[in-house]
């Protein structure tokens, strides 16, 4: 019956509180995953519940009936799982959401100073939109999400890990060589990398470079974002190109399960990626470290320079 089903679900739910509410006691890493209800974000929570015991994984999703039936499939999947995971509803282009969200983990875990272990800003749009469009979800989002959740991360040794794309080097290769300098220098400042943003803003995007674009600048931001904060582990990687939403129909053949777009985001959350302290490195899909400025395939030697 309706009220039968109605109250396996509230039980469900209030499992799922009771066991969160415990997952500091016992040593539980949370670990937020935004646009975590499909694609390579699903996959990334689903090897985090199969690979990491101790992992407690809080589902971003824009829409939470899709989040919702997302979270079944992974439960089914890897009914270990059960109570280990959560959808929180986050739009990452809109201040409200990310607060809301901010404040929801904040009731929930008000007596621990800091309940995230990590952070993996996954949500992003991908090919055929504007400059702008496209780096309102794939930059400001991130950034937006880093500034919001930086207070609840673990401050010593917490991990944040930003997903950007090949996309990304490819786009610097073909600039020149003072335009390449912004998107490869630790010198850079985010007032330098906006300004010339800015400048790519203001034409439309007839050369489709819009998400390389934004893939590189992500990549400048995770830099200047490790600078600030030290003590944590902060990253970018590429997921590998990989059969998805945004990808369809441009060649790629590997779903995300079926596909190792989980990798570097895991060795990233969870190893100990060689990056040294103060500075953030790009990985490519085989948790290999990699160039800014030429893309350097899976199981190439790894890149060695600045």
């Given at each position: 019956?309706?009220?039968?089903?109605?109250?396996?679900?509230?039980?469900?739910?209030?499992?799922?509180?009771?066991?969160?509410?415990?997952?500091?006691?016992?040593?539980?890493?949370?670990?937020?995953?935004?646009?975590?209800?499909?694609?390579?974000?699903?996959?990334?929570?689903?090897?985090?519940?199969?690979?990491?015991?101790?992992?407690?994984?809080?589902?971003?999703?824009?829409?939470?009936?899709?989040?919702?039936?997302?979270?079944?499939?992974?439960?089914?999947?890897?009914?270990?799982?059960?109570?280990?995971?959560?959808?929180?509803?986050?739009?990452?282009?809109?201040?409200?959401?990310?607060?809301?969200?901010?404040?929801?983990?904040?009731?929930?875990?008000?007596?621990?100073?800091?309940?995230?272990?990590?952070?993996?800003?996954?949500?992003?749009?991908?090919?055929?939109?504007?400059?702008?469009?496209?780096?309102?979800?794939?930059?400001?989002?991130?950034?937006?999400?880093?500034?919001?959740?930086?207070?609840?991360?673990?401050?010593?040794?917490?991990?944040?890990?930003?997903?950007?794309?090949?996309?990304?080097?490819?786009?610097?290769?073909?600039?020149?060589?003072?335009?390449?300098?912004?998107?490869?220098?630790?010198?850079?400042?985010?007032?330098?990398?906006?300004?010339?943003?800015?400048?790519?803003?203001?034409?439309?995007?007839?050369?489709?470079?819009?998400?390389?674009?934004?893939?590189?600048?992500?990549?400048?931001?995770?830099?200047?974002?490790?600078?600030?904060?030290?003590?944590?582990?902060?990253?970018?990687?590429?997921?590998?190109?990989?059969?998805?939403?945004?990808?369809?129909?441009?060649?790629?053949?590997?779903?995300?399960?079926?596909?190792?777009?989980?990798?570097?985001?895991?060795?990233?959350?969870?190893?100990?990626?060689?990056?040294?302290?103060?500075?953030?490195?790009?990985?490519?899909?085989d948790a290999v470290r990699s160039p800014l400025n030429v893309y350097r395939g899976p199981g190439d030697p790894p890149y060695n320079g600045?």
């Amino acid at each position: 019956s309706v009220a039968k089903i109605v109250c396996c679900s509230m039980r469900s739910a209030m499992l799922r509180l009771v066991l969160g509410s415990l997952a500091y006691a016992s040593g539980i890493r949370r670990v937020m995953v935004t646009g975590g209800n499909k694609g390579i974000g699903a996959a990334v929570c689903k090897r985090i519940l199969c690979a990491q015991p101790d992992a407690y994984v809080l589902m971003g999703s824009r829409n939470l009936v899709r989040g919702e039936k997302a979270m079944e499939q992974i439960l089914q999947d890897v009914p270990e799982a059960a109570g280990r995971i959560e959808v929180l509803p986050l739009e990452v282009t809109e201040d409200l959401s990310v607060a809301a969200a901010v404040e929801m983990i904040t009731t929930r875990w008000g007596d621990e100073p800091t309940p995230l272990y990590g952070l993996v800003n996954n949500a992003g749009v991908g090919f055929g939109r504007s400059v702008a469009d496209t780096l309102d979800v794939n930059l400001y989002g991130v950034r937006r999400c880093c500034e919001a959740f930086l207070p609840l991360i673990e401050v010593n040794g917490g991990r944040i890990v930003n997903i950007a794309s090949a996309s990304g080097p490819n786009f610097v290769r073909g600039l020149d060589m003072s335009q390449a300098h912004i998107f490869t220098s630790p010198q850079t400042t985010w007032e330098q990398l906006e300004a010339q943003l800015r400048r790519y803003a203001a034409v439309t995007d007839y050369e489709g470079i819009a998400y390389g674009l934004s893939k590189a600048a992500l990549t400048m931001y995770t830099m200047q974002l490790a600078q600030k904060h030290m003590r944590l582990k902060i990253n970018a990687c590429s997921p590998g190109y990989v059969l998805t939403d945004l990808t369809a129909g441009m060649g790629a053949t590997k779903r995300p399960d079926d596909s190792n777009c989980h990798v570097a985001p895991l060795f990233l959350l969870f190893d100990e990626p060689p990056t040294p302290a103060g500075t953030a490195w790009y990985y490519g899909s085989d948790a290999v470290r990699s160039p800014l400025n030429v893309y350097r395939g899976p199981g190439d030697p790894p890149y060695n320079g600045p």
